[in-house]
């Protein structure tokens, strides 16, 4: 499992989608690939092998087809850099006898109760003024904080095991006790992690996440257990597959969206232009040119899908649901939460199968709640077909989840075929 130990490492060196994103470049570079920013003029060349960055979250990396794209099309993987978090207020401070507070809000829809009770740290962007305005990226490491739940024994309800909460009053986040304010700790701490005074905060984007490193799980260490699987497995494997593969006819690609679990309207998201913009770039040709490459395209969109809980099988669905560590799983559905093609889907079924890369397939329950993906919205707005695709995981949404070891290979051996496939794509 060559890729385990490069993978665990990316977990822990990405506390946040800025430095998932930051770190996604390192690898790239250190492979070979061009940075690029937007505000350049490009200079493209058949066989190279580049990437650009939006907002510090979101990541667009490709290999130059040797053919024109309007001939040869293009191949992407798609995948999201954020993950269900809690959130830092923008004027945090909060104080009771004493304690010092900070408070913070829902991002997305994580499972509440996980966060409670654990280590935790701050980690993303703070933008600090000067003579210019600068961005820093920060993990907080060295200052652990926590959220704490009320002693049972205080409950209006001894016997219940239920779990709610107040998000406006519950999430406050216990930093330290003393005269000190909270946020003064976090400037404190924010001046000790970057080794200089960086000068006034005059804007964060800060998340909280589990302090505890990303670990191996289980016999041979089968299973992973990590904070963030929901998206950044996908996004490393997307990325591990376009590092290693070959120069192809068509271009091929990663994609690493910013904002997909709050609804991907940014404009570093999956409904912004960047990979339209991208599109319109590696073209560079008349419209007619940018459809024909269109018309010739894939774009496969990866996102975690749901294993079979033990505890409640009934959950999920008793024909097709994945098992951990038994490969990519293909997902399913007729409400339009995913990118359904089937065409597209024959097509990668058969190029899977000709690589002798074993596939699994997801579906919901037809009368439970559904997730959703990037595909959906991808794929209609840039007019490019497409599938869902993802590695089966439990506790989805947690504080730290669990997947199987062994699929991180099977996820990149499928990207591997879906690019270096040569069957002509259906019509």
């Given at each position: ?27 790239l ?13 490009w ?20 290999r130059q087809g ?5 001939e ?28 010092r507070?900070l408070?913070?809000?829902v991002?997305g ?9 654990r ?6 962007a ?17 200052l ?24 406006e009053?519950?999430?406050a ?21 970057l ?5 006034p ?8 996440g589990d ?5 191996r ?8 257990s990590?904070?963030r ?7 490393y494997?997307?990325l591990a597959?376009l ?17 997909e ?8 998201g999956?409904?912004s232009?960047f990979?339209?913009?991208v599109i319109?770039r590696?073209?560079s ?68 199968e ?7 397939r ?18 209609s707005g840039l ?5 869902d ?9 947690s504080v ?11 996820s ?11 069957d002509?794509?259906?019509?």
């Amino acid at each position: 499992m060559p890729h385990t130990e490069s993978f665990l490492a990316y977990i822990d060196h990405s506390p946040s989608p800025y430095h998932a994103i930051a770190e996604a470049g390192a690898l790239l570079t250190s492979a070979g690939f061009v940075p690029l920013g937007e505000a350049e003029r490009w200079q493209l060349a058949p066989g190279g092998a580049y990437f650009v960055v939006r907002g510090g979250k979101s990541l667009i990396a490709w290999r130059q087809g040797s053919a024109p794209a309007s001939e040869a099309g293009f191949r992407f993987v798609a995948a999201h850099s954020d993950s269900p978090v809690l959130k830092l207020r923008p004027r945090p401070d909060l104080e009771a006898k004493g304690l010092r507070l900070l408070t913070a809000e829902v991002y997305g829809g994580p499972l509440l109760n996980t966060w409670f009770d654990r280590e935790l740290k701050l980690a993303g962007a703070v933008w600090c003024g000067g003579e210019v305005v600068k961005r820093h990226l920060v993990n907080l490491s060295k200052l652990p904080v926590r959220l704490v739940s009320l002693a049972i024994h205080l409950k209006a309800d001894k016997g219940s095991d239920s779990f709610t909460l107040d998000r406006e009053k519950d999430l406050a986040v216990f930093v330290g006790q003393g005269a000190t304010p909270g946020f003064d700790l976090v400037r404190a701490a924010i001046s000790e992690v970057l080794g200089f005074e960086p000068g006034p905060i005059l804007s964060t984007d800060l998340s909280l996440g589990d302090a505890a490193p990303a670990v191996r799980l289980g016999e041979g260490g089968a299973l992973i257990s990590a904070p963030r699987l929901d998206n950044l497995f996908s996004a490393y494997t997307a990325l591990a597959a376009l590092i290693e593969a070959a120069p192809a006819e068509s271009t091929i690609g990663a994609i690493v969206y910013d904002a997909e679990e709050i609804g991907s309207q940014t404009y570093a998201g999956a409904r912004s232009n960047f990979v339209e913009s991208v599109i319109d770039r590696i073209v560079s040709g008349a419209a007619e040119d940018v459809w024909r490459a269109k018309a010739r395209s894939v774009l496969i969109s990866a996102d975690m899908a749901h294993g079979e809980h033990p505890s409640f099988t009934s959950a999920t669905d008793p024909v097709t649901v994945p098992a951990l560590n038994g490969g990519l799983a293909v997902k399913t559905g007729v409400q339009g939460n995913y990118a359904i093609g089937p065409a597209v889907e024959a097509w990668f079924l058969k190029v899977c199968e000709d690589a002798k890369v074993p596939l699994q397939r997801f579906r919901y329950r037809c009368d439970h709640g559904r997730g959703s993906s990037i595909g959906p919205m991808a794929t209609s707005g840039l007019g490019i077909a497409g599938i869902d695709v993802g590695a089966p995981m439990l506790a989805m949404h947690s504080v730290r989840e669990l997947a199987g070891t062994s699929d991180l290979d099977a996820s990149i051996n499928a990207f591997a075929a879906f690019f270096a496939a040569r069957d002509p794509l259906p019509v």
